[in-house]
C-alpha cells in the first residue's frame, strides 16, 4: 500500500522559515511529479509548487522567490522550503505524487495533510 507522509508543519512568525518533508512509502515503480498543495479555510485547494522526476520545478505566483521545491528521487521524498513566510501563507499543506505502483496502474497520491500557520 502506497503512503505520503508529511512533516515539518507548525506555527511561524511573520517572515520567518518552515520545511516540510514528504515521504512516499510502499511497494512504488516510479514516481513523476510531485508537489505541494494548500487550502486555506473557506477557499479551495491550490497548487504551490511541482517538481518533476527531472527536476523541472513550477510555482504559484504568491510564493515565487519565496519557496524553494525540491525532491530526492532516492528517497522518494519531496521538500518545500518556505521563507519569508506571510500570514496569508496559512493553511493546510498536501503532498501529492503522480506515481506507478509495483502492482496495479498509475495513480494520484495524496498527503494526509500539515497544518502551517503563520501569525502576525
Known amino acids: ?35 505541494w498543495y494548500r487550502q486555506a479555510p473557506g477557499k479551495q485547494r491550490e497548487l504551490v509548487a511541482a517538481i518533476t522526476s527531472g527536476g523541472n520545478t513550477a510555482y504559484a505566483d504568491s510564493v515565487k522567490g519565496r519557496f524553494t521545491i525540491s525532491r530526492d528521487n532516492a528517497k522518494n521524498t519531496v521538500y518545500l522550503q518556505m521563507n519569508s513566510l506571510k500570514p496569508e501563507d496559512t493553511a493546510v499543506y498536501y503532498c501529492s505524487a503522480d506515481l506507478v505502483p509495483a502492482k496495479g496502474a498509475r495513480f494520484y497520491s495524496w498527503g494526509q495533510g500539515t497544518q502551517v500557520t503563520v501569525s502576525s
Request: with cysteine.
Open 1 to 35: 500500500q502506497v503512503q505520503l507522509v508529511e512533516s515539518g508543519g507548525g506555527l511561524v512568525q511573520a517572515g520567518g522559515s518552515l520545511r516540510l518533508s514528504c515521504a512516499a512509502s510502499g511497494n512504488i515503480l516510479s514516481i513523476n511529479t510531485m508537489g
